[in-house]
């Protein structure tokens, strides 16, 4: 199968993996995100021998036993008789003393409920060897929380991991690797869906139009991925009530606190701040405050930052008993079609463009580089109005406004002059204004106005 994108993380990996002395790294994010394949990738470039476990949630002797196996069939060793932890890893340790070898943990978290003081054994051995041996040890975990303790001053570990990943959902541009036979609006429409999650991007198929994938992946009775939501949350939190309470909020539009907690029926402000901080820790929700307010906690939102997340609570969580009973097409016609081409893909293109701007802003493609972005708060007192605008930069120059349209028709000079006109109402002042329009222009840039269209994007 082939390996897209990640080509920073694995440039970074890449480096330690071909050092000659001994490193450890440890490397985490949520379930699904492509942990496991970015090592296996990393491994496979730099050619180096690996020994790859994935822990299991069983007894320390079963692991090590299991641990034993992979060691004999790796290296064409005979049957090693190890039955603690500690015994196994330190002879891996002695192997690497006359040649690089890779040794990789994954769901470490599993091992370590099995094994008492684990953190501390490696931590010994790390130190034992530090000086003699080549050993490359990667430790992965899904669990964030327990991964993070590992790099906290209290824990054995502190100070011994080289390097540290946390990986995130890929962008939509290198997403978009993954379907490259879909045209650039099927793209926008597939990313809203589906994210920036490699599991689920490879199980999109792109010679099937869009309404074919929703509905094969998550938009009917025993779909592949209908359950794959709930499944995560309740892996991950203990009150799944209160956790649906809330994503049914955030997808209907409410993003204030205090809408969050009158919307739902979560019984209590502290209540809520537990659940809202869980899937913040999760990468499932993000809280977000404009870029020319941004200590002020009243002008903040929660978000649901989790494409998959947003539409299954959106159209499936919603209507679930409908769409036991209901043919999957009508269904989609019916609840998912209009709501989705008229609100939630536009919506969500406003990211992939917020998404496209960092990217240009990283490769050095614009100047003066940004250095904010995001929601701008305003207040128009003669109007008697506030609101925010969903993307604004600030750069040394000042405010730069955009305005983005996922519509079939080409936006005009009336609509742009139009819209230019409200921005200074509000007492905005930018020194430039971009539009980015799926359908194109019907007239030309200026000093003061530029035009981006959506192929731009995909480049």
């Known amino acids: 199968m082939k390996f897209y994108g990640r080509v920073t993380e694995l440039k970074r990996m890449k480096r330690e ?3 000659d002395d001994m490193r450890m790294t440890l490397i985490y994010g949520r379930r699904r995100i492509g942990k496991s394949e970015l090592v296996k990738q990393a491994i496979k470039e730099a050619n180096i021998k690996a020994i790859y476990y994935e822990c299991k949630q069983v007894t320390e002797e079963s692991n090590v036993q299991s641990i034993c196996e992979v060691v004999s069939d790796t290296l064409d060793l005979p049957k090693l008789g190890y039955t603690k932890v500690e015994e196994i890893v330190d002879y891996i340790f002695k192997l690497s003393k006359d040649e690089n070898i890779v040794f ?25 060897y530090r000086d003699n041996s080549k050993l490359k040890l990667i430790i992965l975990g899904s669990y964030v929380d ?15 991991v080289d390097l540290v990943i946390d990986l995130k959902q890929m962008d939509y541009y290198e997403s978009a690797l993954f379907y490259p ?6 793209k926008v429409r597939i990313y809203s869906v589906f994210g920036g999650i490699p599991y689920y991007n490879r199980l999109v198929d792109d010679k099937r139009s869009v309404k074919e994938n929703i509905i094969e992946l998550i938009a009917s009775s025993g779909a592949r991925l209908e359950n794959e939501v709930s499944m995560y949350l309740n892996a991950e939190i203990s009150k799944i009530v209160n956790a649906n309470e809330v994503f049914e909020a955030l997808s209907r ?26 899937l913040m820790n999760m990468e499932v929700v993000e809280k977000k405050a404009p870029i020319n307010d941004e200590f002020n906690k009243k002008k903040a939102g929660y978000y649901i930052c989790d494409n998959l997340s947003l539409f299954y609570y959106r159209y499936i969580f919603k209507y679930s008993s409908q769409l036991k009973i209901m043919d999957s097409d009508v269904f989609y016609e019916k609840y998912i079609n209009k709501d989705f081409e008229e609100f939630y893909v536009p919506h969500k ?16 493609n ?30 040394e120059n000042g405010y730069v406004f955009y305005e983005v349209k996922f519509r079939n028709k080409k936006t005009s000079d009336e609509v742009i002059n139009e819209e230019i006109h409200q921005v200074k109402e509000t007492g905005l002042n930018c020194y430039k204004y971009v539009f980015i329009s799926r359908a194109g222009f019907t007239g030309k840039e200026t000093d003061e106005v530029k035009h981006i269209e959506l192929s731009e994007l995909y480049i």
């Open 253 to 278: 539009g409410f993003s204030k606190y205090s809408d969050i907690l009158s919307q739902s029926h979560v019984s209590s402000g502290p209540t809520l701040i537990d659940v809202l901080d869980k």
């Open 104 to 128: 990789v943990l994954d769901e470490y978290p599993y091992l370590r409920g099995a094994v008492k003081g684990l953190d501390s054994i490696i931590q010994a051995l790390v130190d034992k």
């Open 366 to 395: 614009i100047e003066p580089v940004i250095e904010k972005i995001g929601k701008y708060y305003y207040d128009n007192p003669k109007e008697r109005t506030n609101g925010e605008f969903d993307v604004v930069t600030l750069d």
């Open 349 to 364: 293109f406003e990211e992939i463009c917020r998404q496209y701007l960092i990217r240009q802003n990283r490769l050095g």
């Open 181 to 186: 036979n879909l045209s650039d609006e099927d």
């Open 146 to 160: 327990v991964m993070k303790s590992l790099l906290s001053e209290s824990n054995p570990l502190y100070g011994r």
């Open 17 to 19: 993996l071909n050092a």
